[in-house]
């Protein structure tokens, strides 16, 4: 069977009422899954960019005061598992950073290590160690990346990315998913992660043999 999984990320705007909508509405389109972005802002920004004013959806504030705003304390993380459990709908992150391997862990046993943040080692490890499932995307990576990231995380999936946003479909090179199943399908699931329009070139990676 082909999993799916919805991607909330952070499109909930920080706002837990939101973020039940968006899983109501996962259900209801027969997804198995969802999943948001967890990260430490404090953590993950970058110190260029922590103070530079951005419009947001309240206005111009610092960045850092931005990517704060849009996230979840502990106890809002564990009140979206608890209400994703009881639609019968599994919640789960990107774990950015090891403040959030940590928390995450806690509520549930699946991670995702996003396209950026797979040539952290050490985060790939520290995710491997803390969840008994771990996925990864494979985005802006060479195959020498990709490679390093999958002998230390040793993923239960991984998924062909292009992480252009939104991407060409003529840039999606779906055949990769080909060469990944003959080098790791013995080892682990292959799926997809599309960034395109459309559903076509989805329907295409599950006939080239993504299950997620």
């Known amino acids: 069977m082909v999993k799916i999984i919805s991607e909330i990320g952070i499109n909930h705007n920080g706002s837990i ?3 039940k909508k968006l899983i109501n509405l996962s259900k209801v389109a027969g997804a198995n899954y969802v999943k948001i972005q967890k990260r430490n802002p404090d953590k993950c920004v970058p110190e260029g960019q922590k103070m530079k004013i951005r419009k947001t959806p309240w206005g111009d504030m610092t960045y850092i005061e ?4 849009i996230e979840f304390n502990e106890e809002e993380i564990k009140e979206l598992v608890d209400y994703s459990k009881s639609l ?9 950073d ?5 928390l995450m862990s806690k509520y549930t046993k699946i991670a995702k290590l996003g396209s950026a943040s797979i040539n952290d080692l050490e985060l790939c490890k520290a995710t491997r160690e803390a969840f008994d ?5 494979t985005g802006m990576s060479s195959e020498k ?8 995380a040793k993923p239960d999936v991984i998924m062909h990315t292009n992480s252009t946003y939104p991407c060409p479909v003529e840039e999606l090179n779906l055949r990769y998913i080909e060469h990944m199943k003959e080098k790791w399908g013995k080892t682990m699931e292959i799926g997809y992660s599309g960034h395109e329009y459309g559903l076509v070139t989805t329907y295409a990676a599950v006939a080239m043999g993504a299950s997620w």
């Open 17 to 19: 009422e939101l973020c």
């Open 66 to 69: 931005y990517k704060h705003k």
């Open 88 to 96: 019968e709908i599994e919640f789960f992150a990107s774990v950015w």
């Open 98 to 102: 090891l403040d959030s391997v940590k």
């Open 133 to 137: 499932y771990v996925i990864i995307s």
């Open 145 to 152: 990346e990709i490679e390093a990231a999958v002998e230390v």
